[in-house]
T-cell receptor
Framework: GESVGLHLPTLSVQEGDNSIINCAYSNSASDYFIWYKQESGKGPQFIID?????DKRQGQRVTVLLNKTVKHLSLQIAATQPGDSAVYFC?????????FGTGTSLTVIP | GAVVSQHPSWVICKSGTSVKIECRSLDFQATTMFWYRQFPKQSLMLMATSNEGSKATYEQGVEKDKFLINHASLTLSTLTVTSAHPEDSSFYIC????????????FGSGTQLSVL
């Protein structure tokens, strides 16, 4: 998988509000997508995934939306909590290769 | 979800020493393992892709002799930072894939390496 070391964009939301984190992917052949959460000093944690034959998938407080037309992926977090503060990044896969987005740093304001 | 164990979580060493980091898939057989390096406030940088029983594939700019990768079994891969120097200080993370097509990528908890 490829990834690029870049400084992260940031997003600040009030506690209780909904958060939307966006990700643009590059390979139209990618058929599997994952969202990860990474807290400071820890490894990335799997949140939710979606295959290309779907356009929406819901988990607990999280929803992933996939728009293959514009190659766009989003993660929606409902009722954002302070514990949701972390870096979120998406990954796209065509099989055994994974390509990562730069990530978004989410800060939840109490 | 599946568990990937990475050890140690933090290591401090003197310049010139070698450090070995282990990555284990605890409840599944990993077809492929990946090693990354991450600097503060930055995204993951892939260092190498490791398949069990074969040589690792290194990304451009990553020194093979500096970062030795051994993938001896379907559940264990090791990264050895040889003759570590202060510029090697970083957060190193492994990941492993499971499933028929190698999907479901899971990460280890990371290793913070500090070279004095």
């Amino acid at each position: 998988g490829e990834s690029v070391g870049l400084h992260l964009p940031t997003l600040s939301v009030q506690e209780g509000d909904n958060s939307i984190i966006n990700c643009a992917y590059s390979n139209s052949a990618s058929d599997y997508f994952i969202w990860y959460k990474q807290e400071s000093g820890k490894g990335p944690q799997f949140i939710i995934d979606i295959r290309s034959n779907m356009d929406k998938r819901q988990g607990q407080r999280v929803t992933v939306l996939l728009n293959k037309t514009v190659k766009h992926l989003s993660l929606q977090i409902a009722a954002t909590q302070p514990g949701d503060s972390a870096v979120y990044f998406c990954a796209e896969s065509t099989g055994n290769q994974f390509y990562f987005g730069t990530g978004t740093s989410l800060t939840v304001i109490p | 979800g599946a568990v990937v164990s990475q050890h140690p979580s933090w290591v401090i060493c003197k310049s010139g020493t070698s450090v070995k980091i282990e990555c284990r898939s605890l409840d599944f057989q990993a077809t492929t393992m990946f090693w990354y390096r991450q600097f503060p406030k930055q995204s993951l940088m892939l260092m190498a892709t490791s398949n069990e029983g074969s040589k690792a594939t290194y990304e451009q700019g990553v020194e093979k002799d500096k970062f030795l990768i051994n993938h001896a079994s379907l559940t264990l891969s090791t990264l050895t930072v040889t003759s570590a120097h202060p510029e090697d200080s970083s957060f190193y993370i492994c990941s492993a894939t499971m499933g028929i097509r190698g999907e479901k990528l899971f990460f280890g908890s990371g290793t913070q390496l500090s070279v004095l």
